[in-house]
């Protein structure tokens, strides 16, 4: 009966592809716990350089200073190599402090790896510039994301089918290379990025009002582009390894994270990971839009009783252990957090309070408030309140006060 509840909701033939889908990606993907230790350098960045079978370069991370991280990797993966690379060219240059690791031969690389910088640790022939520049797109290894790509939002790639791509079968959505941040105009140093994160089931579209509206003299709009059915905390170290790679490449001092619906999720789970390892110095505000910070009552429905459950589910079960420890720490010092929610109701099915999608008491979970610097509700419903006037004033006033704050300093 349960099956048969399933597919009559998602479709057989999803979930049997979903099904699929997990055991590749538990197959083919690992999680990887590093402690780096290495000096205080404010113009240095850490880079971890992930090798393959026969020592080559597979895939790499880039981290402003040491701590710990986890992260995900190719299970071809057989060792680390880090460095501190202390001219920013993004290549180990011989005399720079670094370390390495290889992971036993049986495989198993559940330990946590401590990488102590120090000097004389062999690495040139994996980790030049040049090596680490021809995988700048490779994020997990063997799965390429796109990184800078200067694109439209009415490109085909950010479709609805493809967005639901990226709920049942995210491992197909990631090889067909749809992953990444986007640039809709060229880079200009002149101007402050300002990265759109969109929610489960949404795409980069979702934000044309307010990418409309942004004043595009002193902001340049990215959006992020991600498959919404993985795990909340791997679409979060994700979304900070791609920023962390653009930003060894384009060195920006400033950014702005705007984010609607899951998304809220994703970008705070980010940040609990710049809170520990004392990083995203350039992050200057978040603003999060109608988020469910305290879950959803039907994902803890699908992780009961559904015959396949989507990863995400887990983290969006009110009870989960990720929502549970999502506002244990604070957010990074400097980094006020801007909550926007919807109260409009149009669903004949619930009068209960909510955006229609969202429940308000999800959306002003108390620990969010808590650590909020501004909370304002609109008569919205969950998609009506990107489109609206208010919205998208209300986003202006808060990118100029973190501006004028920042040139306060």
Not at 25 to 42: G, T
Not at 114 to 133: D, E, I, M, N
Not at 364 to 389: C, F, N, W, Y
Request: proline content about 6%; some cysteine.
């Amino acid at each position: 009966m349960l099956w048969t509840a399933a597919c009559l909701l998602a479709g057989c033939g999803r979930m049997m592809s979903l099904k699929q889908e997990l055991q590749d990606y538990d197959q083919n993907v690992m999680r990887v716990q590093v402690e780096l230790v290495a000096p205080d350098c404010s113009d240095c960045t850490i880079v971890v350089v992930i090798t393959g079978p026969d020592g080559e370069a597979v895939s790499y991370r880039v981290f402003e200073r040491g701590g710990s991280f986890d992260f995900m990797a190719s299970r071809r993966a057989k060792g680390l190599f880090a460095f501190l690379d202390r001219n920013a060219n993004l290549g180990f240059d011989g005399d720079e402090l670094s370390a390495r690791h290889t992971w036993p031969a049986d495989g198993d690389t559940s330990a946590p790896v401590r990488l102590s910088l120090a000097p004389g640790a062999p690495g040139a022939a994996v980790a030049t510039a040049q090596h680490l520049f021809a995988l700048r797109n490779q994020v997990v290894a063997g799965v390429p994301v796109q990184l800078a790509k200067e694109t439209r939002l009415g490109d085909a790639r950010f479709s609805a089918e493809n967005a639901a791509l990226g709920v049942w079968q995210p491992l197909t959505f990631m090889r067909r290379e749809l992953a990444g941040i986007y640039f809709l105009e060229p880079y200009s140093p002149h101007k402050t990025p300002v990265l759109f994160v969109h929610g489960i089931f949404g795409n980069p579209r979702d934000f044309e009002p307010l990418i409309a509206g942004l004043d595009r003299e002193k902001y340049q709009p990215w959006v992020l582009y991600y498959p919404s059915g993985l795990e909340l905390q791997v679409l979060g170290s994700g979304a900070l390894t791609m920023l962390n790679r653009l930003w060894a490449e384009y060195r920006f001092q400033d950014l702005h994270l705007v984010a609607h619906s899951m998304g809220g999720l994703v970008t705070r789970a980010m940040l609990k990971t710049c809170h520990d390892a004392h990083g995203c110095g350039y992050v200057r505000s978040y603003t999060s839009i109608s988020s469910p910070f305290g879950g959803m009552e039907a994902a803890h429905v699908g992780v009961a009783y559904a015959p396949v459950v989507v990863p995400v589910w887990r983290d969006l079960d009110p009870a989960s252990p990720f929502l549970e420890g999502l506002f244990a720490t604070p957010l990074p010092e400097g980094v006020p957090h801007h909550m926007m929610f919807g109260y409009l109701n149009t669903s004949t099915l619930s009068h209960a309070s909510s955006d229609g999608t969202v429940p308000v008491a999800s959306q002003l979970r108390p620990a969010a408030q808590a650590q909020a610097s501004s909370v304002l509700g609109l008569d919205e419903t969950h998609m009506s309140i990107l489109a609206a006037k208010a919205t998208s004033a209300r986003l202006a006033e808060i990118l100029a006060g973190a501006d004028a704050t920042r040139a306060s300093r």
